[in-house]
């Protein structure tokens, strides 16, 4: 005998592509966690709070070595590195390590012939070379223990290191005011330099 179906219940044939009904879900359930400020939308009510930082400014995690705060902890361990000294990432070509995989994407440029085309600046000197390599990848090395900023040169470390310790190195022979670097003397000497002209001018040509 055939099994006839029971009577009062109905059949319900699904469609071959049920991926509709999936995707209709998914973007249901994306449209529930929208930001109110930009309207973007997220599938995740904790990727919803954690953007929602960029609008509100708040900065939760930080750096216990510096004080220096961030909007997310990613961004934190990252910035752990500058004290920590680690460099996860290696190039395979010629096994120099960076910090931040972006660092190495740039780097990696470098050997490919497309990067010689971004300039074309010649040095006498393979270490000059490297050091400008940086402004194209954005690698800075050289890090401030204080405070954490970085910088391409050691000679920009060195003179931001003045920021903390108050040196003042160079002075200024007319008037002994200190400065803690030698573009600011030169430009305070031009107020000198100024004065001088004028009161030359004056009794040169009294008129």
């Not at 994306?30 to 960029?54: A, D």
């Not at 934190?76 to 290696?90: D, F, M």
């Not at 960076?98 to 040095?123: A, P, V």
């Not at 800075?140 to 470390?157: S, T």
Request: proline residues 4%.
């Amino acid at each position: 005998m055939r099994n006839r179906p029971h009577r009062g219940v109905s059949t319900v044939s699904l469609p071959l592509d049920s991926g509709w009904r999936q995707r209709a879900c998914q973007q249901d359930q994306e449209e529930r966690h929208s930001c109110l400020v930009c309207g973007k939308t997220f599938s995740r009510i904790g990727n919803l709070r954690s953007h929602q930082r960029c609008h509100t400014g708040e900065k939760p995690y930080t750096c216990l070595h510096c004080g220096r705060r961030f909007s997310h902890s990613g961004n934190l361990q990252k910035h752990k590195r500058v004290h920590t000294g680690e460099r996860p990432y290696r190039c395979l070509q010629c096994s120099k390590t960076f910090c931040q995989s972006s660092h190495l994407k740039k780097h990696q440029m470098i050997h490919t012939d497309r990067q010689m085309i971004i300039c074309g600046k010649t040095f006498s000197r393979v270490g000059n070379l490297r050091i400008h390599e940086r402004c194209h990848t954005g690698e800075k090395p050289h890090c401030c223990p204080v405070c954490g900023r970085c910088f391409i040169q050691a000679g920009d470390l060195k003179k931001h290191k003045r920021v903390h310790t108050g040196e003042k190195p160079y002075y200024c022979l007319q008037c002994g005011k200190n400065f803690s670097r030698r573009e600011n003397l030169k430009r305070h000497q031009k107020i000198h330099l100024g004065e001088s002209l004028h009161h030359q001018r004056l009794w040169i040509d009294p008129q």
